[in-house]
């Protein structure tokens, strides 16, 4: 059983450009959610898409945007990059919008320069 | 919001002695208190969990206990070995849907000596 799948694993963008992660979600789940975890501090809360639709935000701009596909899988699209956008970028899936049992993925390294 | 403390930031212990992290956290709405292991490149591992309505939880050589009335939890892990050197975190959220996902501490880096 394929656990949560991430790509790319790492990736260096410029200052302004724009970016696209991807995430597969644990077979059974419905429900992604997106975190940032900057180096030496726990993951922070972006947003989670259930049902094809963003259902909660966490304190991120705009600039964060994502989408659910019908199949589960999930993107998330960061514009207008900025230095301190850099960071690990981890998908985790559960069920039916719940926080309980929420599996990572290994995560995105998005280097910005 | 809800906020979670963690502490130590970093906890050495010699293989065979006992390990205890501590986590205190502000909403009393939150009902669901996971704790993940993430292993260097690796992503958050999810290794046990205890909801509001149980006090203490066990599996093998890990446990964790709730204290919902001061709001604070902690993770014992028993019998240290080597591989169990790694960053925990502790999170705290409301199970249900419309949460506003998990809120985690900074963790705790875990250092095993041999």
């Known amino acids: 059983d394929a656990g949560v799948t991430q790509s790319p694993t790492h990736l260096i963008k410029t200052r302004g450009q724009q970016v696209t992660l991807r995430c597969s979600p644990k077979?059974?789940?419905?429900?992604v959610s997106w975190y940032q975890q900057a180096l030496g501090q726990g993951p922070q809360f972006i947003f989670q898409?259930?049902?094809?639709?963003?259902?909660q935000r966490g304190n991120f701009p705009d600039r964060f945007s994502g989408h659910q596909f019908p199949n589960y899988s999930s993107e998330l699209n960061v514009n207008a990059l900025l230095l301190g956008d850099s960071a690990l970028y981890l998908c985790?899936?559960?069920?039916?919008?719940?926080?309980?049992?929420?599996?990572f993925g290994q995560g995105t390294r998005l280097t910005v320069v | 919001g809800e906020n979670v403390e963690q502490h130590p930031s970093t906890l050495s212990v010699q293989e065979g002695d006992s390990a205890v992290i501590k986590c205190t956290y502000s909403d009393s709405a939150s009902n669901y208190f996971p704790w993940y292991k993430q292993e260097l490149g690796k992503g958050p591992q999810l290794i046990i969990d205890i909801r509001s309505n149980v006090g203490e939880k066990k599996d093998q050589r890990i446990a964790v206990t709730l204290n919902k009335t001061a709001k604070h939890f902690s993770l014992h892990i028993t019998e240290t070995q080597p591989e169990d050197s790694a960053v925990y975190f502790c999170?705290?959220?409301?199970?249900?849907?419309?949460?506003?996902?998990?809120?985690f501490g900074k963790g705790t880096h875990l250092i095993i000596q041999p």
């Open positions: 898409y259930y049902e094809e639709e963003e259902r």
């Open positions: 077979s059974g789940h419905d429900t």
């Open positions: 999170a705290a959220s409301r199970a249900g849907g419309g949460a506003d996902g998990l809120t």
């Open positions: 985790a899936s559960s069920f039916g919008r719940m926080n309980t049992e929420a599996f």
